[in-house]
């Protein structure tokens, strides 16, 4: 059996060392939830702010699309940031006084390290002059409430693996998963036990040595896929479960 685990492992490490030197994927990301908007009031004036998740193209169709929908209003100011080093950022005040809309809504993705989304706050004159202080709190504090409303996802590349072990073993690696930063995506019960286990890419190799070692050797370790998964993400990074 051990003997069985440390080929499984020797071609597990070939393999995944040979990947990571031909990829250059992200070990996580962080973007919005799903599209959304939300709506404030402040001095009379309405700001709207509609956020989508988007690619390069999709962000200027989607800017073009609200400013179509809201002809009337007397702005429509957007940034977005595409790419995973954010290698594309936009912005435009739309005509309010330069820097006090478009800019301080990029800074507000930037500062959330957010990747792939576009925002666009519309807003309807109420009468009252804010001032550039006033703007660029109001077209900030209109997006940072429609990033909260929505939610935002963090995406982390992992490693699922299929750990083989027999009946008598499952309660240990179940205390074990419980307790640990791996995810147990499923259980599978046949002759013997399946566990289908999600583990951060970069953490592989620990878990696999923490399992070897929890069941004295007792497993069998098959390699899958290699994607992202996202979870819940605040402000704190405090993560849930897999959605």
């Not at 240990?172 to 259980?187: G, I, W």
Request: hydrophobic share 40%.
């Amino acid at each position: 059996m051990r003997e069985k685990v440390a080929i499984q492992l020797i071609l597990f490490y070939t393999d995944f060392i040979t990947r990571e030197k031909d990829t250059h994927m992200l070990e996580s990301y962080i973007t919005v939830k799903q599209d959304g908007f939300s709506e404030i009031e402040i001095k009379k004036s309405r700001f709207i702010c509609s956020v989508k998740r988007v690619t390069s193209e999709e962000a200027k169709a989607f800017i073009a699309a609200i400013k179509k929908e809201h002809w009337k209003a007397n702005h429509n100011c957007s940034a977005f940031v595409i790419g995973e080093k954010n290698d594309i950022q936009r912005s435009s005040d739309d005509g309010e006084p330069s820097g006090t809309a478009g800019v301080p809504m990029l800074e507000v993705l930037k500062k959330k390290e957010l990747i792939n989304v576009v925002a666009v706050v519309t807003r309807y004159f109420g009468g009252i002059k804010l001032g550039t202080g006033g703007l660029i709190r109001a077209y900030s504090h209109a997006l940072s409430h429609t990033l909260d409303e929505i939610g935002l996802v963090i995406g982390k590349l992992q490693q699922e693996l299929l750990i083989t072990i027999a009946y008598p073993l499952l309660g240990k690696a179940q205390a074990f998963l419980e307790h640990s930063p791996y995810t147990l995506k499923e259980t599978i019960y046949t002759e013997s036990i399946q566990l289908i286990c999600l583990v951060d890419e970069q953490a592989t190799e620990t878990f696999i040595a923490e399992m070897t070692d929890l069941l004295n050797g007792q497993l069998t370790i098959e390699k899958g896929a290699t994607s992202y998964h996202e979870l819940p993400f605040n402000e704190k990074g405090a993560q849930a479960n897999d959605i």
